[in-house]
């Protein structure tokens, strides 16, 4: 089961850096090619009046049908692609969509192919009215080994870019593509972890269902306008949905989030906000893996707001096996994945960029209602894996028939601010005792100054036994250090806790951490 997961995960995205390395010679002056008319988008002849209540009452009617999937077998010619093969097909930036109407957006289609075997329709939306969107052969450029199609290529998806480093140049900083995936950025950022529509059955015995999204239409932004809409159908053998998102991007780059599910069968175990993401090893695990790196992740820990104001950080693990963790009891005021190592020799690694990917936080903006946010880390042995994902589940299952109404705030930034005063994890590790028999561990803490005089380490082990418990001032980081060890008393798992606080109250957030045997 973690193995099959975690390879389900993997092919819906060219690794982190292969789409970089795409996205760069997107930017880069086209081959010369014999001049052609300026390509253009084939539009059907006919325009139809069009509101998000389109999407919700054709995702309404469709749930009340069997599930009938909307791919068709692709062409064999794109099927057999290969990796190469496939990032060699470039939509030619003459072909974007709004160039000729100087907007602040511009549009690029993406083709199926290579691992994106699910097909999408795309059309725009303009002054209520909308039109499908062909891509022509003549829209893209194509590599040596690559023919050129004698007919429009069917689509897997479209990116977005604007002026969000340069003004001169156009970054792209939106992609839906695969499945229900998308992905964005802020400023000066690069492509890492994703975000999902939705998350069904994840980590169950029985098997994910991955829900897609089948049909997109973006709004024809205005010439000021500083955010993009997108609304998507989003079906799957459980259910239909209904999307409707608003990004704007910038410094930090927001999504505004309205969804509306209609359950085809009772939907028990769901995910809402689902983001994913890769963690391979830190400084806590590195031992297991042999690299030249110090550390290889998209993310470094699950940070939680709990609806009582407790900060928690809990520190990611790529597991021996798979492992599902549960926090609160009720919808938090936010939670993300972030990834706080920001140093480039933190991962010595001038390809991948690891420092510059981004978190991402999730904010409600409708009652989520009873639940708990969940943490899923599946056993990877390459960094080309997905393998952590985070949501918040519901409490309440929603019965057949029903429909369901969610509002959430994503934020793709380098790191959310902590409370004035409050002490932050800036770096964990861990390693054997001189003698082998017992786990050191150091916690480093900042933004909570660096003196210690009346301030106490709260700590706790679900089992074993903790010893050796010191707070240390750390003035090169203008923080302070806890550090412990853990003799595991032959335990196989135990779930670690960590404060430092002052007369009982808090001044640093609240470290978790699970160490396991193996």
């Known amino acids: 089961m973690p193995v099959s997961f975690a390879k389900s995960l993997s092919t819906l995205f060219l690794s982190a850096a292969a789409v970089c390395t795409a996205a760069a010679q997107q930017r880069a002056p086209a081959a010369p090619r014999a001049p052609a008319a300026a390509p253009a988008p084939a539009p059907l002849p006919a ?53 000729s109407e100087k907007l602040p957006f511009r549009m690029e289609l993406l083709p199926a192919g290579f691992n994106f075997h699910t097909t999408v329709k795309v059309s725009i939306v303009d002054a209520g009215r909308v039109q499908d969107v062909a891509a022509t052969p003549a829209m893209f450029h194509y590599g040596r080994s690559v023919p050129p199609p004698a007919s429009d290529l069917p689509l897997s998806g479209f990116r977005i870019r604007g002026h969000i480093n340069s003004n001169k140049i156009w970054d792209e900083f939106l992609v839906f593509q695969g499945a229900s995936y998308f992905r964005a950025v802020a400023r000066h950022q690069v492509y890492g972890m994703s975000g999902r529509g939705l998350a069904l059955n994840t980590a169950e ?6 829900p897609a999204f089948t049909h997109f239409w973006i709004e024809q932004p205005a010439r000021k306008a500083a955010a993009i809409v997108v609304y998507a159908l989003l079906e799957s053998r459980s259910t239909t949905g209904a999307y409707r998102f608003v990004v704007t991007p910038g410094r930090e780059t927001s999504m505004d989030v ?30 297991r893996l042999d690299d030249y790196r110090p550390e290889v992740h998209d993310s470094d820990g699950l940070q939680i707001t709990t609806k009582s104001g407790e900060h928690i950080w809990r520190q990611l693990a790529n597991p021996a096996k798979l492992q599902v963790s549960t926090f609160t009891s009720e919808a938090p005021r936010g939670f993300g994945l972030m990834q706080r190592s920001r140093r480039e020799s933190d991962f010595d690694d001038l390809g991948a960029q690891y420092e510059r990917r981004p978190s991402v936080w999730v ?23 997905d393998n952590i994902v985070a949501f918040f589940r519901p ?124």
């Open 47 to 99: 325009r139809r009046l069009f509101t998000f209540d389109t999407v919700l009452a054709d995702a309404k009617r469709r749930a009340a049908l069997p599930f009938v999937a909307q791919t068709a077998p692709l062409p064999a010619w794109l099927d057999k692609l290969g990796a190469e093969q496939y990032r060699s097909i470039r939509f030619d930036p003459d072909a974007d969509i709004w160039r």
């Open 205 to 210: 015995p029985a098997g994910e269902e991955f």
């Open 258 to 287: 309205d969804l509306t599910l209609f359950p085809r069968a009772e939907l028990r175990i769901y995910g809402i906000a689902p983001l994913t993401s890769m963690f391979l090893f830190d400084q806590t695990n590195r031992g």
């Open 363 to 385: 904010e409600p903006r409708s009652d989520f209602g009873p639940g708990a946010v969940e943490l899923v880390e599946i056993p990877s042995g390459r960094e080309t894996n």
């Open 395 to 518: 409490a309440r299952a929603l019965p057949a028939g029903s429909s369901a109404h969610f509002a959430y705030r994503l934020t793709w930034l380098a790191q959310t601010p902590a409370p004035k005063g409050l002490g932050e994890v800036k770096a964990a590790r861990s390693g054997a005792s001189l003698d082998g028999k017992r786990r050191v561990f150091q916690v480093d803490f900042v933004g909570a100054g660096d003196k210690t005089a009346g301030l106490q380490v709260d700590l706790s082990a679900s089992a074993g036994r903790t010893s050796r418990v010191v707070l240390s001032p750390d003035p090169a980081i203008h923080g302070m250090r806890a550090g412990f060890e853990l003799d595991p008393k032959g335990a196989d798992l135990i779930e670690l806790r960590l404060q430092v606080a002052r007369a009982g109250r808090p001044v640093t957030e609240t470290w978790l951490y699970r160490w396991t045997a193996s």
